[in-house]
């Protein structure tokens, strides 16, 4: 398929004053968006912030930043969330990129439970959640946040905010589900066809080193050599090669736009090297009235490496669109 993006110019596309898979010829492998993924983590000066180094430590943060790690059975086997925030306010559920897990949001939580209830879930075959093999389609996924809301918000309206995996999972349950959905922010979300530039199945550490700074972008230190071995070993035995396998052209965005019908406002790195800014503006462009907002000096997980400007990007999209405004 090809594609043009619009430009930059696009009056969706707006700077914070802060400082897919393509299905090609060779196949499915070494073409998917293991994008959101791999260990990232480590520690930089601001305006680039890092969230602990392990999903242990994060997620134990989590717990000790007044979140409940609790369960329920979903559609593919038991589901791993966590829970909080300030009880009677307005729902976010968060949802983390491919090989990853709740702990990457940790570094948003001191600031957002203090407004909103918080709900963030390990998605199917990730972090704690079943199933331990097979396929992991998307839209399985994303009737796995169905179950979620069903069991922890029932007849109420959440906000879905994603990264990657976890915004295309948010799009496509908003487009399945508008009625349960009050908007949706997608963090460098994937989602629509794309030809990717970077190795996403790293077969080395040059490779791995490649892959990690489109993931931070310039302003985030590259892992040490012992990382990107890890990230190697990584990418071979996570949940993101489940996610490739369960793959179906019908759970792509561009046959969904059209059905969603919520807000939308997609949040991207300006130096995200592994769905550049490029792939965001058409993602904007296809969503009707969807909102792009650019944060300078991050890369593909902000909320890992960026969490304080996110942070206040999201509650500046929040706040206006509270009021009927635009940020």
Not at 45 to 60: K, N
Not at 158 to 187: C, K
């Amino acid at each position: 398929m090809k594609q043009t993006a619009p430009p930059f110019a696009d009056r969706r596309v707006r700077r914070t004053p802060l400082g897919m898979p393509m299905l090609c010829r060779g196949g499915v492998a070494g073409l998917l968006l293991l994008i959101p993924l791999l260990g990232c983590a480590g520690r930089a000066g601001r305006p680039v912030l890092a969230s602990p180094s392990t999903p242990a430590v994060a997620r134990q943060a989590l717990v000790r930043d007044g979140l409940r790690a609790s369960e329920l059975v979903g559609p593919l086997g038991t589901l791993r969330f966590f829970e909080g925030g300030r009880k009677g306010g307005d729902t976010l559920v968060l949802l983390h990129g491919m090989n990853r897990q709740s702990g990457d949001w940790q570094a948003l939580v001191p600031v957002l439970r203090r407004k909103y209830s918080l709900l963030l879930l390990d998605l199917p075959g990730h972090g704690e959640s079943g199933p331990q093999a097979g396929p992991l389609p998307v839209s399985d996924l994303a009737a796995a946040v169905g179950a979620l809301i069903e069991a922890r918000r029932p007849g109420q309206k959440v906000t879905l905010i994603g990264n990657s995996l976890g915004g295309w999972v948010a799009l496509l349950y908003a487009a399945q589900h508008p009625e349960r959905v009050e908007r949706v922010i997608g963090v460098d979300s994937s989602g629509i066809y794309a030809p990717l530039a970077v190795p996403m199945q790293p077969k080395n550490r040059d490779e791995a080193r490649v892959l990690a700074a489109a993931i931070r972008g310039s302003h985030a230190p590259l892992p040490d050599d012992a990382a990107l071995d890890a990230m190697v070993r990584s990418v071979a035995e996570g949940p993101g090669l489940r996610v490739v396998a369960g793959l179906r052209a019908t759970d792509f965005l561009e046959s969904h736009v059209a059905d969603i019908h919520v807000p939308v406002d997609l949040i991207w790195g300006e130096e995200d090297g592994v769905l550049p800014l490029a792939y965001g503006q058409r993602l904007a462009s296809l969503i009707p009235g969807a909102e792009m907002h650019v944060l300078p000096a991050c890369g593909h997980m902000p909320e890992v490496f960026c969490a304080e400007s996110l942070a206040i990007e999201i509650e500046t999209v929040l706040a206006a669109r509270r009021t009927g405004g635009k940020p």
